[in-house]
C-alpha cells in the first residue's frame, strides 16, 4: 500500500511540475526550440529580451496596479460579507452565498464579454482604465475571499466577540479589537490569493484594455500570437518565480508573525 501511495503521489508530482520545469529550462536554453530536457548551454540572453520588450514592462507595472486595487475592494466587500453570513441571521442566506459563488461557475470569457459590453454601453471612461479592469476582476476574487474569511470566522469564537459586547464595546469596535484579530491568518491569506488570481486573469482582460496598454499575461498572450521565441517562457519563468517569492515571503512573514501558531493553539481550543 505505501509503495502505491508513494507512486500516485510522485505521478501526480511531476504531472504538476512538469509544465513549470519545461518553461523554466525553455528560458535559460540557448536553443530557440527546446528538444530535451537537457539544454545544450545556459544563457539569459531570453530573460534580458524579455525585460526589454516594452509590453512586457508597462504590463508588470499595469498588472499591479490592477491586482492591488482588485484585491482591496474585494477585502472591503468581502470580510463584511463574510461576516455578515457567518455571524448574522440574515432572511435568504443560503440564496446569497450562491450568489456570492455563482461567479465561479460563470466562464471567464462570458463575464469579460458582459463587462465589455457594460462598459461600452454605459461607462466608455471605464474601458482600458486600472480601476475598470479592476472591478471587473473583483467578480472573480469576492468568491474566493467570502470563502476564505468565513472559514476563518467559523473557527475563530464568537464567545469572545459577545464578551466584548456585553462589558460595552460598539458592534463595530468589537469587531476591529477581538474578531479581527482572530482572522488575521485567513484574511492574509485571501489578500495573497486574491492578489495572485487577479496578476494571472487573462480570459477576462483581454476584453477591457486596448492592445499597447494590457496587464503581462494579456501581453504574453499577445505576443505568442506574433512570435514563439523564448522570450515568453522567460517572462513566465520570471512570474512563476515572482509568484513563488510573494508566498514564501508570506510564509515566512506569517511564521515570524506567529499567527500560524496562534491559529493553530485557536483550533486546538475549539476542538476541546
Excluded at 509544465?19 to 544563457?43: H, I, Q, R, Y
Excluded at 476582476?137 to 459577545?162: C, K, M, Q, R
Excluded at 512570435?227 to 522567460?234: E, G, I, L, M, V
Excluded at 501558531?261 to 481550543?269: A, L, V
Aim: net charge negative; proline share 6%.
Amino acid at each position: 500500500m505505501r509503495v502505491l501511495r508513494a507512486v500516485f503521489l510522485t505521478l501526480v508530482t511531476v504531472f504538476v511540475l512538469a509544465p513549470l520545469v519545461v518553461v523554466l529550462l525553455a528560458s535559460v536554453s540557448p536553443d530557440e526550440v527546446l528538444t530535451s530536457l537537457v539544454p545544450d548551454g545556459f544563457t539569459l540572453h531570453w530573460i534580458g529580451e524579455a525585460l526589454d520588450y516594452e509590453p512586457f514592462r508597462v504590463g508588470i507595472l499595469y498588472s499591479v496596479e490592477v491586482a492591488a486595487l482588485a484585491t482591496a475592494i474585494a477585502l472591503l466587500l468581502g470580510t463584511p460579507a463574510a461576516y455578515a453570513l457567518a455571524r448574522t441571521r440574515i432572511p435568504a442566506a443560503g440564496f446569497l452565498r450562491s450568489v456570492f459563488v455563482a461567479p465561479l461557475s460563470l466562464p471567464r470569457v462570458v463575464a469579460g464579454f458582459c463587462f465589455f459590453t457594460l462598459y461600452v454601453s454605459l461607462f466608455p471612461t471605464a474601458y482600458g482604465t486600472v480601476g475598470g479592469v479592476a472591478f471587473a476582476h473583483v467578480l472573480l476574487l469576492l468568491p474566493f475571499v467570502v470563502a476564505l474569511i468565513g472559514a476563518g470566522l467559523a473557527g475563530s469564537d464568537p464567545a469572545l466577540e459577545e464578551a466584548a459586547r456585553d462589558l460595552g464595546a460598539s458592534p463595530l469596535k468589537a469587531f476591529f479589537r477581538v474578531t479581527l484579530p482572530q482572522i488575521r491568518m485567513p484574511l492574509l491569506i485571501a489578500a495573497v490569493f486574491a492578489f495572485l488570481t487577479s496578476f494571472d486573469e487573462v480570459d477576462l482582460s483581454i476584453f477591457l484594455m486596448p492592445a499597447d496598454t494590457t496587464t503581462l499575461p494579456v501581453a504574453i498572450f499577445l505576443r505568442l500570437q506574433q512570435d514563439q521565441d523564448p522570450t515568453t517562457s522567460a517572462v513566465s519563468s520570471l512570474m512563476i518565480v515572482g509568484s513563488l517569492a510573494v508566498a514564501l515571503l508570506t510564509g515566512l512573514a506569517v511564521r515570524r508573525a506567529g499567527l500560524w501558531r496562534e491559529n493553530t493553539r485557536s483550533g486546538e481550543g475549539m476542538d476541546e
